[in-house]
């Protein structure tokens, strides 16, 4: 069964940092390219930044770039977000995404969330 | 960056009815569009994707269409687990960009 849990989440300072875990499961996990999508209090779903399976190819949303830093670890199963210079606006339930192939999210872990408040 | 509309942003409809929601790109994105439904407290889960193609265990009676820059998901005969909120995504060019969604509600 394909599973992806979160974790890492919790309340932050304004400027400050975060790392964010996705352990993977039921799957070759170096086979699949991966995302982090998250979802502001009451508000939509924002994609924000997505790896390749072999770590080779790494995009980021505007609102995220030179803040956050995706990576991967395809021996531990692993999926990371580094979040630097943590704003506000950042407060949001971080989902990461596994990509089907066909560059839409067929499993999704079940979020966690980041808070960034003084 | 590729901007997708999507509409109406909320609507009412009755059990065993039909919806159609539509999403709208800035550009031509070919058949490159998912389709997922959220429900309050839950992940996102997939729908469609490449536009037409329903996921493996999705009920039959969701259907999606279109291509290039108007694309359409039809809910028909719905049920009462299918009130949610509804979202599209483009996956053509970075960044990936989601529609503002479509919350539908019972009448």
């Known amino acids: 069964e394909v599973q992806l849990v979160d974790s890492g989440g919790g309340l932050v300072q304004p400027g400050g940092s975060l790392r964010l875990s996705c352990a993977a499961s039921?799957?070759?996990?170096?086979?699949?390219?991966m995302s982090w999508v998250r979802q502001a209090p009451g508000r939509g779903l924002e994609w924000i930044s997505y790896?390749?399976?072999?770590?080779?190819?790494?995009s980021y949303a505007d609102s995220v770039k030179g803040r956050f830093t995706i990576s991967r670890d395809n021996a531990k199963n692993s999926l990371f977000l580094l979040m630097n210079s943590l704003r506000a606006d950042d407060t949001a339930l971080y989902y990461c995404?596994?990509?089907?192939?066909?560059?839409?999210?067929?499993?999704w872990g079940q979020g966690v969330l980041v808070a960034v408040s003084s | 960056a590729i901007q997708m509309t999507q509409s109406p942003s909320s609507l009412s409809a009755s059990v065993g009815g039909s919806v159609t929601i539509v999403c709208r790109a800035s550009q031509g994105i070919s058949d490159h569009l998912g389709w997922y439904q959220q429900k309050p407290g839950k992940a996102p889960r997939l729908l469609i994707f490449?536009?037409?193609t329903l996921q493996p265990g999705v009920p039959s009676r969701f259907s999606g269409s279109g291509s290039g820059t108007d694309f359409t998901l039809t809910i028909s005969s719905l049920q009462r687990e299918d009130f949610a909120t509804y979202y599209c995504l483009q996956d053509y060019n970075f960044p990936w960009t989601f529609g503002q969604g479509t919350k539908v509600e019972i009448k």
């Open positions: 490449a536009a037409s």
């Open positions: 790896i390749s399976g072999n770590g080779y190819t790494i």
């Open positions: 995404a596994r990509d089907n192939y066909m560059g839409d999210f067929d499993y």
């Open positions: 039921g799957f070759l996990f170096s086979d699949y390219s």
